[in-house]
């Protein structure tokens, strides 16, 4: 188990990493491959920290919309999400594409995969999630609590874009 807190903890969770191999491996592809529409290997990996206390208050990996980086990908690819709650409120985060599947929870993997396109994070749990990316374009990724990503002049805070190029 890590213990830790904040920042520290997310390197260590990264370091620990658990990948499986042989049979392990095989066995729980195959329970996926059912479930999951085929997701049977990760292309791409990302790391989306949501917090909502200190000097920045609404933020994703410690920016706010604008300032927020965008993640790219290609039509097909598989990309893994952890999401970390280091805020002090629940944030159901929801990205503009097909349904997402939950492979994890607090860094525990599941027996089988959730379906997940739209996850409330309460503070403190974290996430693994795997989105494919299908249709090409732009698609809005945000906190699905209106007054976390758009006030009176536009989007704010927890608002970042998911690029799929074909």
């Known amino acids: 188990m890590v213990k830790g807190f904040g920042l520290q903890t997310l390197l260590r969770i990264q370091l620990q990493r658990v990948k499986y191999t042989g049979a392990e491996r095989d066995s729980r ?3 996926w491959d059912d479930r999951n529409r085929g997701y049977t290997q990760v292309d791409k990996w990302t790391n989306m920290v949501l917090n909502d206390a200190g000097t920045i208050g609404l933020s994703l990996n410690g920016k ?3 300032a927020t980086e965008p993640t790219t990908m290609r039509g097909g690819e598989v990309l893994e999400v952890n999401y970390f709650n280091e805020g002090l409120m629940a944030h159901p985060m929801h990205l503009h594409q097909p349904v ?3 492979s994890a929870k607090d860094g525990v993997p599941l027996d089988q995969p ?3 396109g739209h996850r409330q ?3 403190g749990e974290r996430y693994t999630v795997l989105d494919k990316a299908e249709e ?3 698609w809005a990724w945000h906190c699905h609590i209106l007054t976390h990503a758009e ?3 536009g989007m704010f805070g927890m608002v970042t ?3 799929v190029e074909p």
């Open 136 to 138: 090409p374009g732009v």
């Open 64 to 66: 706010s919309f604008p």
């Open 114 to 116: 959730l379906p997940g």
């Open 29 to 31: 592809h195959a329970l």
């Open 151 to 153: 006030g009176l002049t």
């Open 100 to 102: 997402g599947w939950i």
């Open 121 to 123: 994070h309460c503070p």
């Open 161 to 163: 874009a998911l690029i």
